[in-house]
């Protein structure tokens, strides 16, 4: 029987320092980042039935005809927010779109605010004919934002960081939640097509609820691709490629993908929530020598352009 991701509960970080759940919680989640890139956390406070409302109001968004959805596109912002189509991204090592159409929703920040200002963070994008998308998704990103900075809080405990190391890294970031939906194609899928190619996600962490249909899978240190299998209700947390070059490759950027299904599943919907450094700042890594520093705008717009976003 193949090993899986390790599964992980967050009330045990909210004990004490010195009660030994909370020491478990830190060397279980470090040490599954730097074996698999991946772990499931469980008990994150991000309410259930939030998700739930958040996978119908998507389920109603993107049944929207395609040019109401096109309104809402935003290249000039390199699609870091409003509606990114069918056929666009790619990973950023194949031609081949992947089967997707997605959503952007980002931080907003007051209008005098520098970054708001350079278009840096941009201003949001939500669709005027659903009426509770702007309040459903705003309501997740706080949740999942909350629950992503205790996480980053327990890597930086592992790493031996100060409290405020991650937290002061992403204050005002451009972090996003993507909204996707993987449609049904039943047997229309283009040669060498899949939901998502296999890639590394460009961020510092994404946070994954449960999706509505399986279809994760992760490449091993092995060189085995394994089916992520969870327990309900947990987010699947994975380090992405800026993580790897501020640990000097400790906490790995792993490859990722989600395969097509054996027969029509009648769609795929997921939310992951990635979490981005303020444009600013520096990604050094921790060890000298590994690799040369980059700003974290420089890094992003690098690899947006690698996917055929920007």
């Known amino acids: 029987m193949k090993e899986n991701i390790p599964v992980v509960d967050f009330r045990d970080f909210q004990t004490p320092k010195d009660d030994p759940r909370y020491q478990t919680f830190v060397e279980v989640l470090g040490k599954g980042l ?21 996978y119908r109001v998507a389920a109603e968004t ?5 040019t109401t959805k096109r309104q809402y596109e935003r290249p000039v912002a390199g699609r870091q927010r409003g509606y990114t189509p069918f056929g ?3 990973a950023k090592d194949t031609q081949v779109p992947d089967l997707k159409e997605f959503w952007h929703v980002g931080r907003e920040l007051a209008d005098d605010h520098p970054l708001h200002q350079s278009g840096e963070v941009p201003p949001h994008a939500y669709p005027a ?51 996707i939906n993987y449609p049904d194609m039943g047997t229309t899928v283009p040669a060498g097509a899949v939901r998502a190619a296999a890639h590394e996600d460009i ?21 085995e691709w394994l089916a992520v299998e969870t327990p309900p209700d947990v987010m699947v947390c994975d380090t ?23 027969d029509s599943d009648g769609g795929r919907l997921s939310m992951p929530f990635f979490i981005h450094p303020h444009p600013d700042a520096l990604l050094d890594p921790l060890s000298p020598g590994y690799a040369e520093p980059m700003v974290t705008r420089d890094f992003l717009t690098e690899r947006l352009r690698a996917t055929g976003v920007a």
């Open 240 to 262: 992405g490629d800026m993580m790897q070059l501020l640990t000097a490759g400790r906490l790995p950027a792993t490859t990722h993908r989600v395969v097509n299904p054996d």
């Open 203 to 223: 961020n510092l962490m994404t946070i994954l609820p449960s999706s509505t249909r399986p279809g994760l899978e992760l490449l091993t240190r092995d060189g």
């Open 129 to 179: 004919e659903v009426a509770e998308f702007e309040r459903a998704f705003k309501a997740l990103f706080a949740a999942q934002e909350a629950f992503g900075l205790g996480l980053l809080d327990a890597v930086g405990e592992y790493l031996g960081k100060p409290p405020s190391f991650f937290r002061d890294l992403v204050r005002d970031g451009n972090t996003v939640l993507r909204i």
């Open 34 to 54: 730097e074996k698999f890139g991946f772990v499931a956390v469980s008990h994150s406070g991000v309410d259930p039935e939030l998700i739930e409302q958040c």
């Open 88 to 90: 666009v991204e790619h």
């Open 62 to 66: 993107f049944a929207l005809d395609d």
